[in-house]
C-alpha cells in the first residue's frame, strides 16, 4: 500500500539570504498540479520561484525548476521521492532569492535538503478505495448505530427528522463487514440510500 501525506506541515530554512519554503501535497492526477501551485502562490506569495516535482504510478513523474537552471531545482526533488520510493506525493518549494547566487551545486543541495524537511514534517496515510455512505435509521437504534460506526468512519454526519439520516466514509473493504453488523445490531431496520465510491487518505492503523 503506498504511504501518502496525512497531515503536512510547512518547512522553512535560508542560505546565503535565500529563504525556501516547502511542502508536501497528494496528488492523484495531473490535473491537479495547476490547484495545488496556486495554494502554494497563495500561502508564500511573491516568490521568485516555484519549484516542485511529484510522482504517480505508472511512471507519471515531473519535474519543473520554474526558471532555476536546469536540473537543479525539481529534478533533486524528483530523485528524492524516487530514492524513498513514493507515490501520489508532490513536494512544493518556493524559493524567496536573496540576492546572491549558490551556483548549480549549492541549489541542489538547497532544493534537495527543503524536500527533505517537508517529507520530515509530514504525516503518512495510506490512500483507499472509500464509499460515501448515506443511510436511514430509526431513533432507538442511533446509539448503537453510533457506537459501531464511530471507530470506522470518517466524516460522520447525522440529520434528526422523522427518522434519522447518517452520512459517512468507510473503506470500502471494511464496509461489507459493517453493514452487516448494523443489520444485525438493529434487526434490520437500517436503511441504506445510497453509496458513492471514491478515493480518501486514511491513517495507517498500528
Known amino acids: 500500500m503506498d504511504s501518502v501525506p496525512l497531515t503536512a506541515h510547512a ?63 525539481g529534478l533533486p526533488i524528483l530523485n528524492l521521492l524516487i530514492r524513498r520510493n513514493l507515490s501520489y506525493v508532490m513536494v512544493i518549494v518556493a524559493r524567496y532569492f536573496g540576492g546572491i547566487k549558490l551556483g548549480h551545486g549549492g541549489l541542489v543541495h538547497a532544493y534537495q535538503k527543503s524536500a527533505q524537511l517537508a517529507l520530515n514534517q ?38 434528526f427528522a422523522s427518522e434519522i439520516n447518517a452520512s459517512f466514509r468507510v473503506s470500502r473493504s471494511a464496509w461489507p463487514a459493517l453493514e452487516t453488523e448494523l443489520l444485525n445490531a438493529t434487526n434490520g431496520s437500517v436503511r441504506v440510500r445510497s453509496t458513492k465510491p471514491g478515493w480518501d487518505v486514511m491513517e495507517i492503523p498500528n
Open 11 to 73: 518547512a522553512t530554512f535560508e542560505v546565503k539570504k535565500s529563504r525556501f519554503c516547502s511542502i508536501t501535497e497528494v496528488i492523484q492526477d495531473p490535473d491537479q498540479v495547476g490547484l495545488i501551485l496556486q495554494n502554494a502562490r497563495e500561502r508564500w506569495p511573491r516568490a521568485n520561484h516555484y519549484v516542485y516535482a511529484y510522482r504517480l504510478p505508472a511512471g507519471m513523474d515531473k519535474a519543473h525548476d520554474d526558471g532555476e537552471p536546469h536540473g537543479t531545482a
Open 122 to 159: 509530514t504525516q503518512w496515510g495510506q490512500l483507499v478505495e472509500t464509499l460515501d455512505i448515506d443511510l436511514t435509521l430509526q431513533f432507538s437504534g442511533y446509539d448503537t448505530v453510533r457506537r459501531i460506526l464511530d471507530p470506522h468512519v470518517s466524516r460522520l454526519t447525522t440529520e
